[in-house]
């Protein structure tokens, strides 16, 4: 018989039983469910609303209850449902009528909703924590290639000169704002709906501010009906995920870029790549694949999430049931993706001359020779036409600009004088980027040290 079996004549259809069961994947949150109802539990003795006595040994089994699943001893039941229902059950069978008490002045509507936030909240501070980790080794691999120049590109054309250093602060600046993401998320998420009741509250003199104290909530919610139909949290997480991915995904399509013969310029280690089955010589860069296809299954769950509330009238209704399987499985890629994401960052070999050669190329000195007009006193628009006209002087006759004769530069302009050589190298060309977020060394190590003060403010 179903604990909520009262009402009913018959037992449900099998059938029924597993398509209405959610505990082959709401069982994860064991912990979290079997916390927040000692909290409720003691909050009840508090209150006077059970005795103490029944409220200590409800909280002293739940604990027994906890141990015995972490050490692999229950099997939970499909036909009990849920997560919470297993644990009422197996309280129940343990202690009798008194595991009967603990339910009152709930739901399992406020119940589940205190569960996914409690779950919720854990994962969004591992999350965290790996972000932390690709963080540092971000700035590890910065710290190593401040003057090993590669070109920047725009359109995925060859552009202005910058740093390997440079660039890999660009995508610490994503991951950081990432991390904020999830701080805000987290600020929101950690309210405590437990005495929202099944949509009305409850008649029960509960203490709402002693759970949320226990459980370490900032707060309660304000709405009782609010409080048990509201997934904004769990949608706002799996967009925070979704932006997290999309990054990993972007620096995973450079990284098979670059790990490509036509550029060269990275070669992941042995230990983070793998083979052809029937191409000997091949080094493929799957672990930035899978990071980049895996993108769109957490996309997927956003979109999941996002379709199941559209058009729920308040308040609790079942098809919420379904944002469990779609937040978890959002949570899990991430989790899965950055810590090999990182190793495989970490471990791969940085091809300074690679890109450095590439960098002589595609005229990404250009820009420079314009300024170098400029600052002789020739208005831009009028050095950027000057400089069109050079470089295609310079296709024309396959040579890059420093490799023109001053003869050949003055037949464009004759401000031009022996100077020009030193303001169109590659190295003046980032070393004269000095500003903030700038390319120069000085602007890239003012950054890394703004990083990692910004990750010690975490700890």
């Not at 099998?14 to 539990?41: C, E, P, T, W």
């Not at 995508?171 to 904020?180: L, T």
């Not at 302009?413 to 700038?438: F, N, P, Q, T």
Request: a negative charge; aromatic letters at 8%; glycine letters at 6%.
């Amino acid at each position: 018989m179903k604990l909520w079996g009262g009402r009913f004549a018959k037992n449900t259809d099998k059938l029924v039983d597993d398509f209405n069961s959610s505990i082959r994947f709401d069982s994860r949150m064991y912990k979290q469910d079997i916390l927040g109802s000692i909290a409720h539990a003691k909050m009840l003795g508090e209150c006077d609303v059970i005795s103490e006595e029944e409220s200590q040994l409800i909280q002293k089994t739940l604990l027994e209850i906890l141990s015995d699943i972490e050490k692999g001893l229950i099997e939970f039941e499909v036909d009990a449902e849920d997560i919470h229902m297993n644990i009422e059950k197996i309280l129940i069978s343990r202690i009798g009528d008194t595991g009967r008490k603990l339910h009152t002045g709930r739901s399992r509507n406020d119940q589940v909703a205190l569960d996914i936030r409690m779950y919720l909240r854990d994962e969004i501070n591992e999350i965290k924590d790996m972000l932390i980790s690709l963080e540092y080794t971000l700035i590890e691999t910065a710290e190593k290639h401040l003057d090993t120049i590669m070109p920047g590109y725009t359109h995925l054309q060859r552009a202005q000169p910058v740093t390997f250093a440079h660039h890999m602060m660009a995508y610490f600046q994503m991951f950081k704002r990432d991390i904020e993401r999830l701080g805000d998320c987290y600020n929101r998420l950690n309210i405590m709906p437990l005495g929202s009741g099944a949509l009305a509250g409850t008649t029960y003199p509960l203490d709402r501010y002693m759970v949320a104290n226990e459980l370490g909530f900032a707060g309660i919610t304000e709405n009782s009906l609010d409080g048990v139909s509201d997934r904004d949290f769990a949608i706002e997480l799996a967009a925070c995920l979704s932006i997290i991915m999309m990054h990993l995904s972007r620096f995973s399509e450079e990284l098979v870029l670059w790990s490509s013969h036509e550029f060269g310029f990275i070669e992941m280690d042995d230990a983070y790549s793998t083979g052809s089955s029937i191409m000997p010589q091949k080094k493929n860069p799957d672990v930035a694949e899978l990071v980049r296809g895996k993108t769109g299954r957490v996309y997927g769950s956003l979109m999941t999430l996002l379709t199941v509330m559209k058009s729920l009238p308040l308040a609790y209704n079942k098809d919420m049931q379904e944002d469990k399987e779609a937040i978890f499985d959002a949570v899990d890629t991430v989790k899965m993706c950055l810590p090999v994401f990182t190793k495989m960052l970490g471990t791969m070999k940085v091809c300074k001359e690679n890109m450095y050669k590439a960098a002589q190329g595609g005229f990404i000195n250009a820009t420079d020779m314009a300024d170098y007009l400029v600052k002789k006193g020739i208005p831009f628009r009028t050095a950027h036409e000057i400089i069109g006209k050079m470089v295609l002087y310079c296709i024309e006759n396959n040579k890059s600009l420093d490799q023109m004769t001053m003869e050949e530069f003055r037949s464009f302009s004759g401000s031009i004088d022996d100077d020009v050589y030193e303001a169109i190298s590659l190295e003046k060309c980032v070393s004269g980027r000095c500003l903030v977020g700038g390319p120069a060394r000085e602007s890239v190590i003012c950054s890394i040290e703004n990083g990692k003060r910004f990750l010690s403010s975490l700890r």
